[in-house]
């Protein structure tokens, strides 16, 4: 495995990150022949597995527009960001501020270096580090009301511009279908979609307008059944359901627990049963 940089690691906090699971999967569930040509995630969110493994050639996506200008003004223009978030400071007021602008016309004419600090600085700042938006694609999460969030993580926001400039790591915002099209034989394809919930009350609908319901689930299906016939090594993870297992059930399957960090619900959050399904050994 190539040396990696302990700093390359995920910028925000994201919903389904998974730091947690990282180590586990990273020991037990990689291909064996880890030199795969070229790593892809087209669900990036938050990027744990890509910081970890830090892989030379890599495309990464999602269908989150201010995510993904996130990672491109990081990797573009990383010194003029962390002079924006400087002058963020950490009162509620000033949050809101911050938070309405994509409710005001002007908000389309923000540069990507604004967009990508007011969504670090939300992140850093609003209720338990969620990213939600409402059907309008509106920011809707409360202030935080933390005592010292760390807002500006110098460090670590150039350790990751440096990994994604020194790296042939391709950033594209597309349908995850589109991501892949180009997955060839040999390149390990790690897919960590929104969950299928495990109830009908815990769909956490809010990442994106769009929503991934259990139509979006079975096109994903539908799609690692193409990966697998292209000759891609393919890792799943998703909730532990009986609709999942049974989506899944021509391919290996691993039942684990996760600590969930991020539900609105404090008393839900904890270990979840989640489900890891490949195409290898």
Do not use: H
Request: hydrophobic fraction near 35%.
């Amino acid at each position: 495995m190539v040396s990696v940089n302990k700093l390359v690691k995920p910028f925000l906090k994201w919903a389904g990150g998974k730091r947690q699971l990282v180590p586990l999967i990273i020991e037990n569930y990689l291909p064996k022949n880890y030199n795969y040509q070229t790593y892809y995630e087209p669900f990036i969110g938050g990027g744990a597995l890509l910081f970890a493994l830090q892989p030379k050639k890599a495309v990464i996506n999602d269908s989150n527009a201010e995510l993904i200008n996130c990672y491109e003004v990081i990797r573009d223009s990383v010194d003029e960001l962390i002079d924006k978030l400087k002058f963020y400071k950490n009162n509620e007021e000033y949050y809101y501020t911050i938070r309405d602008w994509d409710r005001e016309e002007s908000f389309q004419d923000r540069t990507p270096v604004q967009r990508a600090s007011r969504i670090i600085f939300l992140n850093k700042t609003c209720y338990n580090g969620l990213f939600r938006v409402n059907s309008q694609g509106q920011f809707n999460v409360p202030f935080g009301k933390y005592k010292n969030p760390n807002i500006l993580d110098v460090a670590v926001l150039k350790a990751v511009s440096k990994y994604l400039n020194d790296n042939q790591i391709t950033i594209l915002n597309l349908d995850f279908q589109d991501a892949l099209k180009n997955a060839k034989r040999g390149d390990f394809v790690y897919l960590d979609p929104p969950y299928d919930p495990v109830s009908d009350t815990a769909s956490f609908t809010g990442y994106d307008v769009n929503g991934f319901n259990k139509d979006e689930q079975i096109r994903l299906k539908e799609t690692f059944d193409s990966l697998d016939r292209r000759g891609c090594k393919v890792l799943l993870s998703n909730a532990y359901t009986n609709f999942i297992k049974d989506l899944y059930k021509d391919y290996k399957q691993t039942k684990i627990s996760a600590i969930r960090a991020i539900n609105s619900n404090a008393k839900k959050r904890g270990k979840v049963d989640e489900i890891l399904v490949k195409n290898y050994e």
